[in-house]
């Protein structure tokens, strides 16, 4: 009998009688004593338990030899016999012990004394056959045979081919969210910052409130935060940068003849050239021909002419439609006393932005 080791367990109490339905849990060294009665013993399906081993040692105290042990597959498992497929075989004492070791795919295969007492010194082993069918253990699988070459692996690492040999780990970033970069054909990747090939931006931080601009295939680049009412302007070949609005299509530039603050509604008239003051529902002559962009007392302003947004107002209602005021200011009721002139403006889309669209003038009688 074969001694005891961590790899088997052994049941030293032999069977005396069968049939014995093996079922996958009992211990791998099993005894049978054939003097009273040939004993049938049945094997547990193959494919249910790939790589249990069975080691079977028959006795005989008569002496006589005349019983046998009969060594029976499961179902349409087959026992592979070393001359042919059988789904049995039949053994005596001289032919003892017998081992055997499940394939998990319906096949059960005879081991050599050699395997076995190789399974007692290789637990968690992997078996694996030299060019002469010996078999042999090793710790762990090298990558021609399917496996890593490591005998442990780091948590977290990513796996890496290295040709034949072993393969090597990468360590993740220790910053959350930095993604795998491929260093070429010929280096390992790396955690790191994508680059704009790979769908990145090539850079590590940006800045905050700035617009990202492209680079062709360099990092992009990141303007600077626009001031307030700054707009981002195009600047040819040169990346494009926040700067103060240009007078728009309709806007002039006017001498004041009085104090006008910018976003007031502003009168164009003839005073040794044309000037501009403040428009006035009280004064006929002082009806709305635009606003001021820029505010003044003495100088020059720039006024927009006839219909644009105009965005330095305040406290306005939005939806409600304003009508011209005194000074350069805008109501939203109309003027009722007479004299008094009733010129729509338009209507407010924000608290301080008015949608100036120049209306007729009426003056009430």
Same mark, same amino acid.
């Given at each position: 009998?074969?001694?005891?080791?961590?790899?088997?367990? &052994?049941?030293?109490?032999?069977?005396?009688?069968?049939? +014995?339905?093996?079922?996958?849990?009992?211990d791998?060294?099993? &005894?049978?004593?054939?003097?009273?009665?040939?004993?049938t013993?049945? $094997?547990?399906? =193959?494919?249910?338990?790939?790589?249990?081993?069975?080691?079977?040692?028959?006795?005989?105290?008569?002496?006589?030899?005349?019983?046998?042990? %009969?060594?029976?597959a499961?179902?349409?498992?087959?026992?592979q016999?070393?001359?042919?497929? =059988?789904?049995?075989?039949v053994?005596n004492?001289?032919?003892?012990?017998?081992?055997?070791?499940?394939?998990g795919?319906?096949?059960?295969?005879?081991?050599?004394?050699?395997?076995?007492?190789?399974?007692?010194?290789?637990?968690?082993? +992997?078996?694996?056959v #030299?060019?002469?069918?010996?078999?042999?253990?090793?710790?762990?699988?090298?990558?021609?045979?399917?496996?890593?070459?490591?005998?442990?692996?780091?948590?977290? #690492?990513?796996?890496?081919?290295?040709?034949?040999?072993?393969?090597?780990l990468?360590?993740?970033? *220790?910053?959350?969210?930095?993604?795998? /970069?491929?260093?070429?054909?010929?280096t390992?990747? !790396?955690?790191?910052?994508?680059?704009?090939?790979?769908?990145?931006?090539?850079?590590?931080?940006?800045?905050?409130?700035?617009?990202?601009?492209?680079?062709?295939?360099?990092?992009?680049?990141?303007?600077?935060?626009?001031?307030?009412?700054? /707009?981002?302007?195009?600047?040819?070949?040169?990346?494009?940068?926040f700067? *103060?609005?240009?007078?728009?299509?309709?806007?002039?530039?006017?001498?004041?003849?009085?104090? &006008?603050?910018?976003? *007031?509604?502003?009168n164009?008239?003839?005073?040794?050239? $044309?000037?501009? @003051?403040?428009?006035?529902?009280?004064?006929?002559?002082?009806?709305?021909?635009?606003?001021?962009?820029?505010?003044?007392?003495?100088? !020059?302003?720039t006024?927009?002419?006839?219909?644009?947004?105009n965005?330095?107002?305040?406290?306005?209602?939005?939806?409600? @439609?304003?009508? $011209?005021?005194? *000074?350069g200011?805008?109501?939203?009721?109309?003027?009722?006393?007479?004299?008094?002139?009733?010129?729509?403006?338009?209507?407010? /889309?924000?608290?301080?932005?008015?949608q100036?669209?120049?209306?007729?003038?009426? %003056?009430?009688?």
């Amino acid at each position: 009998m074969l001694p005891a080791a961590s790899g088997l367990t &052994i049941n030293p109490t032999p069977y005396t009688s069968g049939p +014995v339905t093996l079922v996958g849990t009992e211990d791998n060294v099993l &005894i049978f004593d054939v003097s009273s009665a040939a004993i049938t013993v049945n $094997l547990p399906s =193959s494919a249910s338990f790939p790589g249990l081993i069975y080691w079977l040692e028959v006795l005989d105290t008569t002496g006589s030899f005349y019983n046998f042990l %009969t060594v029976q597959a499961d179902g349409s498992d087959n026992i592979q016999t070393g001359i042919g497929v =059988s789904n049995y075989v039949v053994i005596n004492v001289q032919a003892c012990p017998l081992g055997l070791i499940s394939d998990g795919m319906g096949n059960w295969y005879f081991l050599s004394s050699t395997f076995l007492s190789l399974a007692y010194n290789n637990l968690n082993s +992997v078996m694996t056959v #030299d060019s002469y069918g010996n078999p042999n253990y090793v710790p762990q699988l090298t990558v021609p045979l399917g496996g890593t070459g490591l005998a442990t692996l780091t948590a977290h #690492d990513l796996l890496v081919g290295a040709d034949a040999g072993n393969v090597t780990l990468v360590a993740p970033s *220790a910053t959350a969210g930095v993604p795998l /970069v491929s260093a070429g054909a010929s280096t390992d990747p !790396a955690y790191g910052t994508a680059v704009v090939a790979g769908g990145g931006t090539g850079q590590t931080s940006l800045t905050v409130h700035g617009v990202v601009v492209g680079n062709a295939t360099s990092g992009v680049n990141v303007t600077s935060a626009g001031a307030v009412g700054t /707009v981002l302007t195009g600047n040819g070949a040169s990346d494009p940068t926040f700067q *103060a609005p240009t007078a728009l299509a309709n806007t002039m530039s006017v001498t004041v003849t009085e104090t &006008i603050a910018a976003g *007031a509604m502003i009168n164009l008239w003839a005073s040794t050239g $044309l000037k501009v @003051r403040n428009a006035d529902n009280t004064d006929a002559t002082k009806q709305a021909d635009g606003f001021a962009l820029t505010g003044a007392s003495s100088g !020059a302003i720039t006024v927009v002419i006839g219909s644009a947004p105009n965005t330095q107002q305040t406290s306005l209602t939005v939806g409600t @439609r304003y009508f $011209l005021g005194t *000074a350069g200011a805008v109501t939203a009721t109309a003027p009722s006393s007479s004299g008094d002139l009733v010129q729509s403006l338009g209507i407010a /889309v924000t608290t301080t932005e008015l949608q100036v669209i120049i209306g007729n003038v009426t %003056t009430i009688a």
